[in-house]
């Protein structure tokens, strides 16, 4: 039995922190890539309503908006997203009563912002399963969507500019806006 007691409190030990800790997201993001050639163009990735769920204290707060700007605005995970990218551009802002965050990069060739299209022809293509691993869900677009046994967005080959929106998570009473953190920490 002391084994068992051992294997508990070790359980306990590895499971509060995980279950109170913050947890960084957003309500959906947005997605729109703008042709400005047939082979190359710009991506906008928008992110609205960043927030921190699961708060209940200032320094989780503190531990989401310090990952917020460490990894996210200042580091390079979004470089590491897109390697193929270049010229990034990244800010943070409000709008609508919202901290929202926009990054911005230019491409040379579909493929390395994940766009398709067989053998350089025909419709222009985004499969969705390169951009879940936020537990993003479709929402919506400018093109027409294979639906879930096919999730896969399409859009005809004469677009110039590309469009889908996916939900990630919704806000709840436990949810705190980062919109105050930035706030504060801004000026």
Known sequence: MPGIKKLLRFLILILVPITI??????????YVFQLTSQNSGKLTIKYINIFSSLIDSTPELGSDYDEMMDMWLKGE?????????????????????????????EFDDLSKVRLYRYMGKGPFMFNLSGVNDD?????????????????????????????????????????????????????
């Open 77 to 105: 995970k979004l470089e590491r997203d897109f390697p193929q990218a270049k010229k990034f551009r990244k800010r943070l802002f409000e709008e609508n009563g919202t901290l929202c965050g926009e990054v911005t990069m």
């Open 21 to 30: 800790a913050g947890c960084l997201t957003c309500e959906r993001k947005e």
């Open 135 to 187: 537990g993003e869900n479709f929402s919506q677009t400018n093109g027409e969507f294979g639906g879930d046994q096919m999730p896969v967005v399409f859009w005809p080959e004469d677009a110039r500019t590309l469009r889908f929106s996916t939900k990630i998570a919704v806000p709840d009473s436990t949810c705190v806006s980062m919109l105050e953190q930035w706030e504060n920490n801004t000026y």
